[in-house]
């Protein structure tokens, strides 16, 4: 299957999940788990790859974030969130600790922003990432102010 509406889809060599959605999958990509969190659940689904996938990424803009990261059990994660809120708890389904995580965003998405609530958005971010990582120093923010991948 090369899409699921709302999770993911698959273009060339690329797979692309979409507002809302962890993926989970080893450095092979022959896999990936997807989760998402609809009507207040996280739902889960797997997708075994029936065409070669070199990447996993997301078409990333305004005030959404780009979550990508290892767990320690060697695979990595994307997420494409919209807040801390969501990125905190659909995190923690991943199966391992987070051992590196980086997020990817742009500071003023709206273009309006005053400066107290841009510095706002980071200081959240870099709080989460503090948080969810078993080694704080192995997370970073990645200041990006065209998120269109």
């Known amino acids: 299957m090369t899409s ?10 690329t797979l692309f999940i979409w507002e809302g959605v ?3 999958y080893p450095t092979n990509l022959t896999s990936c788990q997807l989760y998402k969190i609809l009507q ?14 070199e990447k996993v990424d997301s078409d990333g803009y305004w005030e959404c974030v780009e979550i990508n990261g290892e767990v320690s059990n060697g695979a990595h994660f994307l997420c494409h969130s919209m807040n ?3 990125a905190e708890r ?3 389904v991943l199966p391992s600790a987070i051992t ?7 500071p003023n998405p709206c273009r309006n922003w005053e400066r107290s609530k841009i510095k706002e958005r980071i200081v959240d971010w870099q709080k989460l990432m503090q948080k969810m990582c078993e080694f704080p120093e192995n997370s970073k923010i990645i200041l ?5 991948s």
């Open 4 to 13: 699921i509406k709302g999770w993911y889809e698959i273009r060339g060599k």
């Open 22 to 24: 962890l993926s989970l």
């Open 40 to 53: 207040d659940e996280i739902f889960e689904i797997h997708v075994e790859m029936t065409v070669p996938i």
């Open 84 to 86: 801390t809120e969501h």
């Open 90 to 92: 659909i995190l923690k």
């Open 100 to 106: 590196s995580i980086t997020v990817r965003m742009d």
């Open 144 to 148: 990006d102010g065209n998120m269109l």
